[in-house]
């Protein structure tokens, strides 16, 4: 569940520019603040069941921008190379930072 939170929470992060503002209020309310279904349908005054649906509906639109537009997976590639970059210049293999540099520009 924590990896799935996380996940959604990174996806938001990148894609909240293209949802509504109900449903960034709803995934802020649920996501963000923790707040309960029941606590988030009471401040909206629907019922807890519109919140899951619209709730479940926004997660699957954020997956669904996540496989036509990819920013997720290459942030996620980026800040591995960026790892293997700064290990490499502890190690002192500067030959090698050259190539890892290049992979990011390419993501790019």
């Given at each position: 569940?924590?990896?799935k939170t996380t996940r959604i929470n990174f996806l938001y992060d990148?894609?909240?520019a293209l949802?509504?503002?109900k449903q960034r209020n709803y995934m802020e309310m649920y996501y963000l603040?923790?707040?309960s279904l029941g606590e988030i349908s009471e401040s909206f005054d629907v019922s807890r069941q519109a919140v899951y649906d619209n709730i479940r509906r926004t997660e699957q639109m954020?997956?669904?921008y996540e496989k036509?537009?990819?920013l997720y997976q290459k942030f996620q590639q980026r800040q591995t190379l960026l790892d293997q970059s700064k290990q490499l210049l502890?190690?002192?293999k500067y030959d090698q930072i050259t190539s890892v540099i290049d992979q990011i520009t390419d993501l790019e």
């Amino acid at each position: 569940m924590l990896e799935k939170t996380t996940r959604i929470n990174f996806l938001y992060d990148f894609y909240q520019a293209l949802l509504t503002e109900k449903q960034r209020n709803y995934m802020e309310m649920y996501y963000l603040e923790d707040l309960s279904l029941g606590e988030i349908s009471e401040s909206f005054d629907v019922s807890r069941q519109a919140v899951y649906d619209n709730i479940r509906r926004t997660e699957q639109m954020l997956e669904d921008y996540e496989k036509k537009l990819g920013l997720y997976q290459k942030f996620q590639q980026r800040q591995t190379l960026l790892d293997q970059s700064k290990q490499l210049l502890k190690e002192q293999k500067y030959d090698q930072i050259t190539s890892v540099i290049d992979q990011i520009t390419d993501l790019e």
